[in-house]
């Protein structure tokens, strides 16, 4: 087929006009190919599943959960603090209430807040990097377009918020807004704005010097516009990437913040929180540590699972060494 | 080459001094009263007023970055009035324990780390392949203080009095007493000065202090302690490296030269560890040196998991104890020790790849 239209393309201009036709009905958009190639990967596949019931959980957290998850159940229920999970199906006399993921130290039930914890941990996830994803693009834009001293400025900042051990910066800004969930997402979007702005940086720099851009600015098109409407579009493929996996490391840290008690602050039912103010029973109640850490590591492992999936599948490289 | 060495050194110039000037802004910045915080609660009006005349805290605050970057460089970083100590001595008692854990983690991490991305690499797809990578995929996604409880619980409760019993906190025994090595080779030197400190560092690393000194037996107990921690730190620097020695494998053994090198007869084995390996092993330079931050971070949660008295540990307690002089100098010393690091992974880089000295 593509022997055939290199000849008519050759010969004469109506039969060029065919070929061009032809061409255009094979046409496959750039997002078309790369879900297809998305969808074909085990591990993509996994991750999004994981994701997609995460999301479920998180979504009808109240109709799944069978008690509230900061409901004390002292004078309830017969339960004892950190009573270890009592499932009905592996023998666990039907006389009592089942908690599968057992009772904490406040006496409530562990598998409710586990469920209601997924909404936080996704929340800080999404937003903390969506945040740090605009700043990061702005910044990074800027520097890459214009360049010069400008460049120069915004990536030496850029720069020394990366010399520092990322989760120590955290804890340092935190510090200073004061512990708590919103100041603990402020924090890890700061902390992650720099990759983000590098990632940008590098793209506009490749795509600042193609023709269509050229084309663009002698068709007298602002730099405003050229920036955000012809070369931000072009460079969002490894920005996605990196948000997916940045997504997975945000979720990390706040767990770590709040394990610190510098996150999410109790009662919240965050992940995190509820290791750290466990970890001291890891030996008397071990079920308290072990199924928040499960329930992080799920989350994270979806996230890293997409991401690893879509750099593959958005990869050009990648995709013509499939092709091949 | 040299030039290339000057330039990278004094390009790092402009970090470090946003190192400084972002550690200070912290410092100036965290809430409450500096004056208070450092000499506590009952401190009266005058006395404040007295210590904040004699920092410098009433003048601009131009001025106070200025007296701020003289005593860093003069080396003075100031006295902890919680520990009534100077911050350097406390440098010397902590930073052994979070050196020695970082570098035996990077050691498991590193050694384990590169045979399973070469093995996953030369048997491509196959279940070992996907198996490690699986394991990598978890390992990644770990928590570091879900790793280490979980090590913990598994190590010294579930497996008691069965030999694979380890200790889940301290660094050594109790009732073990190690006697520094300078003093029991009878050297006298001075309490304080220069060379005190460095000979107190060194024994305070307890793995070589208890070779230094002939003691297996703190050697034994000291490397027990340590596998835990090592293990929670360095699980994840594990994982990382096994996919990307795999990936770079990879990518390498498509190459011709590696063709050419099986074409003319060499064993598989040698084309994999003497041709192919040491290509592939450039990128992972830059993944292990930067590495060694994230032991940092780690340190602090691993740190206080397993009750070590390191860095980490003592950096977070002074977070919340708004101790501003142990804040301000171990986050410069830490950012420092990063900007360091960059520069040797940037030179090691040019040294071991012809291509980068050449451009």
Known sequence: MTSLIEKNANSSPVVQLEAESLRSTESVTLWKTAMRRLFKRKSALVGMGILGFLLFIAVFAPLIAPYDPIQVLIGIEPVKVRQPPCIHLFGCPEVLPQHIMGIDGNVRDQYSRILFGARLSLMVGIVSVSFAIVIGTILGSIAGYLGGPIDNVIMRIMDVLLAFPSLLLAIAIVSILGPGLINALIAIAIVSIPAYARVVRSTVLTVREMEFVEASRSLGGGTFYILFGRILPNSLTPLIVQGTLGIATAILDAAALSFLGLGAQPPMPEWGTMLGSERNQVFTAPHLVFFPGLAIMLTVLGFNLLGDGMRDALDPRLAMRGAE | MFTFIIRRVL???????????????????????????????????????????????????????????????????????????????????????????????????VLLGIPLGIISAVKHNSSVDVGTMMIANVGVSMPVFWLGLMLAYLFALVLKDTPFQLPPSGRLSPGMIVPAFYEVWGWEVAGTGMLHSMLEFISRLNLINSILIWRWDIFKDAVRHMILPAIAVGTIPLAIIARMTRSSMLDVLGQDYVCTARAKGLKRTSVVLKHALRNALLPLVTIIGLSLGAFLGGAVLTETIFGLSGVGRILFESITARDYVIVQSFTVVIAIFFVILNLIVDISYVYLDPRVRLD
Do not use: N, W
């Open chain 2, 11 to 109: 390009s790092s110039f402009p970090a470090l001094f946003g190192i400084l000037f972002v550690t200070f802004a912290i410092g100036r910045l965290l809430p409450g009263d500096p004056c208070r915080a450092i000499l506590g609660e009952k401190a009266t009006d005058a006395v404040c007023d007295d210590f904040i005349h004699r920092h410098g805290l009433d003048r601009p605050i131009m001025v106070q970055f200025g007296i701020y970057i003289k005593e860093i460089a003069s080396g003075d970083l100031g006295t902890s009035i919680r520990f009534s100590k100077p911050v350097t001595e406390i440098l010397v008692e902590r930073l052994p324990t979070t050196l020695e854990l970082s570098l035996i983690a990077m050691a498991f991490s």
